[in-house]
C-alpha cells in the first residue's frame, strides 16, 4: 500500500512539472518554492472493529451462513498540534497556479471511547505524511493582497499506534497571498482534507477509520519569475506594489511607486518648479511661493521680434492651468535678452516679449489684475554673455511669485491704472503736437526721430528702435499719428526710465519688484 502512495505522489508530481513546462514564457509566470507551518486538528470517525466472523452454523436447516461481526462504537480524540511542510510550485500567465505540495501531522492519541478497543490503537499518536497536488485560483492578480482558493488530491500515510497504512486524501482550501518584498511572499490560509477509510489489522480485528483534519496554514514562499514583474508605468515599482501607477516616465519614486515631495510643500519634486520652499508657506501648484521665481524655458520667440513660437504657446497652455489652479496669486512676468544691441533696444524688446506672454496668458482666461510684464534687459544675466550658449540662457521669460493675495493686488492695480489716466491727459497735447510737426516739417526723417525722441526720452536709440518697429521713417509717422494713446503710453515709458535702476536694487536687495514699481510712480 505504501508504494501506492508514492506512486501517486509521484504521478502528481508529473503532471505539475509537465504542464508548468508547457506554459507560455511571460512576466506574471514563474516557479517557486516555500516552507509552512501548520495549525493541526485531527478527527475520527465512524471507527469500527471488526472481530472473527460467526462461523455461523451449517447443520441446521435452513443453514445459518458465516457473518463478520463488527463494533461501532469506537472513537478517537486527539490533541491539537503542529505541523510542519513545504510546497514547489509554478504560477501561470492566467489566474492558476500548481503546486505540490508535502507535509507531516503528528497528533497524540487524548482519549479512545472503548476500554474493549485494541490496546495497540488506543495510545500512542497519530502521524500523517501527506503528498497532495493543488489546483488554486487567484483573485487580483496585480494587486498586493491576493486571496485564493483551491483543491488538491493526493496520497497520505496515516500512522496509529503500533499500525500504519496509505491512502487517498482530498482537500479544498481558501487564503491570501501578501507580497512581503521582492519575490518573498506570505502566504496564510485554510485547508480541510478527508481521508478515505483507513483498514489497520489489530490483534482483535481489523479497525476501520475515517479521518478528518482542519489545518491553518503560514507559509513563506520565494518566487522565481521568469521574466519581470509588471510594471506598467516603468517606476521600476512592480505593478502589485505600486500605489500610484500612471507616474510619469523619469520621475523618482519611493518604495511605494509615488513620487517624492522633498520640501514637504504638497507638490511632487517632478512637478515642483521651487524645490527649495520654506516649510509651512502657501504655494502655487508648482510649487512657487511668494518671492520665488521659475524660469518658462522653451518660451521662445521668432527671431528679433515678441511672436510667441508655437512650442512655447504650447509651454504657456501649463502656466496658464498652473495660474487657474492657484487663483489666489499674483505674478509678474519678467522678459529678459543677452547683451547684444543697445540697452536701449534690449530694454524695448524684453518689454515687448513680457507683454507679448501676459496677452497670451489673458487669452487663456487668466485675469489681467493678476499678471504684471516688465522688460529687464540685459540687466539680469544668469550666464556669460561671451558664449552662444549662455547668451540663450540669458534670453528668457521668468515667472516672479508676487503675492498670495490677489484681491489686495487687484485693488492697488486699480488705482495704478487711475494714477496712469491722471498722468496721461497733460502728456496728449505733446504727443499731438509731435505729430503735427511730423506732418509740416517736409522731412519726414525729421519728423520720425522727433516722434521717437520724445517716447524714448532718447533721439539715437528711439530713431532705431522705430527704424526697426516699421521699417522706414514713413511708416514711423503714420503709425505715431494713427495711434496717439501708444504714444502717450510711450512718453510715459520714457519719462520711467528711472524705474529700471529701482528694479535693479530691488532684485538685489531682495525686495518686491512690483512694490518700488508702484513707488516710482
Not at 135 to 163: M, S, T
Not at 203 to 215: I, M
Not at 494 to 501: L, M, P, R, S, Y
Not at 503 to 519: C, F, I, R, T, W
Request: overall charge negative.
Amino acid at each position: 500500500m505504501r508504494n501506492r502512495s508514492f506512486a501517486v505522489a509521484i504521478t502528481f508530481a508529473i503532471a505539475l512539472f509537465s504542464g508548468a513546462a508547457s506554459a507560455q514564457n511571460n512576466a506574471d509566470n514563474g516557479w517557486y518554492i516555500g516552507g509552512y507551518l501548520y495549525g493541526v486538528e485531527l478527527r475520527g470517525s465512524d471507527e469500527k472493529l471488526q472481530v472473527p466472523a460467526d462461523p455461523g452454523n451449517s447443520m441446521t436447516f435452513p443453514p445459518v451462513p458465516a457473518t463478520p461481526a463488527y463494533r461501532d462504537s469506537f472513537h478517537s480524540q486527539y490533541d491539537k498540534d503542529m505541523g510542519f511542510g513545504g510546497v514547489l510550485g509554478y504560477d501561470f500567465a492566467g489566474v492558476t497556479r500548481l503546486e505540490l505540495a508535502v507535509r507531516q501531522f503528528e497528533n497524540d492519541i487524548e482519549e479512545f471511547s472503548d476500554s474493549q478497543a485494541p490496546p495497540d490503537v488506543i495510545t500512542g499518536e497519530a502521524k500523517s505524511t501527506a503528498v497532495i497536488g493543488n489546483l488554486w485560483f487567484d483573485f487580483n492578480r496585480d494587486a498586493r493582497w491576493r486571496p485564493y482558493i483551491g483543491f488538491g488530491v493526493g496520497a497520505a500515510n496515516i500512522e496509529k499506534g503500533d499500525f500504519d497504512e496509505d491512502t487517498f486524501v482530498k482537500q479544498v482550501g481558501l487564503g491570501v497571498n501578501v507580497d512581503l518584498a521582492k519575490n518573498w511572499i506570505l502566504d496564510i490560509g485554510y485547508r480541510y482534507m478527508d481521508a478515505d477509510e483507513v483498514e489497520y489489522d489489530t490483534s482483535r480485528g481489523e479497525l476501520e477509520t475515517e479521518y478528518t483534519t482542519n489545518v491553518l496554514a503560514f507559509g513563506l514562499k520565494y518566487a522565481f519569475n521568469s521574466g519581470p514583474a509588471p510594471d506598467e508605468d516603468g517606476d521600476g515599482v512592480p505593478d502589485a506594489n505600486d500605489k500610484c501607477p500612471g507616474t510619469p516616465p523619469g520621475r523618482v519614486v519611493n518604495a511605494d511607486g509615488c513620487e517624492l515631495d522633498s520640501d514637504g510643500d504638497g507638490v511632487v519634486n517632478g512637478d515642483d518648479a521651487c524645490p527649495n520652499t520654506e516649510p509651512g508657506v502657501e504655494v502655487m501648484s508648482n510649487g512657487c511661493a511668494v518671492g520665488q521665481n521659475t524660469v518658462l524655458r522653451g518660451v521662445n520667440f521668432e527671431f528679433d521680434s515678441a511672436t510667441l513660437t508655437y512650442e512655447a504657446e504650447q509651454i504657456l497652455n501649463g502656466v496658464a492651468a498652473t495660474l487657474k489652479s492657484s487663483p489666489n496669486f499674483v505674478v509678474e512676468l519678467q522678459g529678459h535678452t543677452d547683451s547684444y544691441g543697445s540697452d536701449a533696444y534690449n530694454l524695448n524688446l524684453s518689454d515687448r516679449r513680457a507683454a507679448s506672454v501676459r496677452r497670451y496668458l489673458i487669452g487663456k482666461g487668466i485675469a489681467a489684475e493678476r499678471m504684471f510684464s516688465t522688460g529687464y534687459g540685459e540687466s539680469a544675466p544668469v550666464a556669460g554673455n561671451d558664449t552662444a550658449q549662455g547668451r540663450a540662457e540669458n534670453r528668457r521669460v521668468e515667472l516672479h511669485t508676487i503675492s498670495d493675495d490677489a484681491q489686495a493686488r487687484i485693488k492697488a492695480a486699480a488705482e495704478e491704472y487711475q494714477r496712469r489716466n491722471n498722468y496721461r491727459e497733460p502728456v496728449r497735447p505733446k504727443a499731438k503736437a509731435v505729430t503735427y510737426s511730423a506732418d509740416t516739417s517736409g522731412d519726414e526723417e525729421e519728423a520720425a526721430a522727433e516722434a521717437a525722441a520724445a517716447t524714448s526720452g532718447d533721439e539715437d536709440d528711439a530713431m532705431e528702435d522705430a527704424m526697426e518697429a516699421v521699417g522706414d521713417a514713413e511708416e514711423a509717422m503714420e503709425a505715431a499719428a494713427a495711434d496717439l494713446e501708444d504714444a502717450a503710453d510711450d512718453m510715459i515709458e520714457a519719462a520711467e526710465e528711472v524705474k529700471e535702476e529701482a528694479k535693479g536694487s530691488a532684485k538685489e536687495s531682495g525686495a518686491d519688484p512690483y512694490d518700488d514699481y508702484l513707488e516710482d510712480y
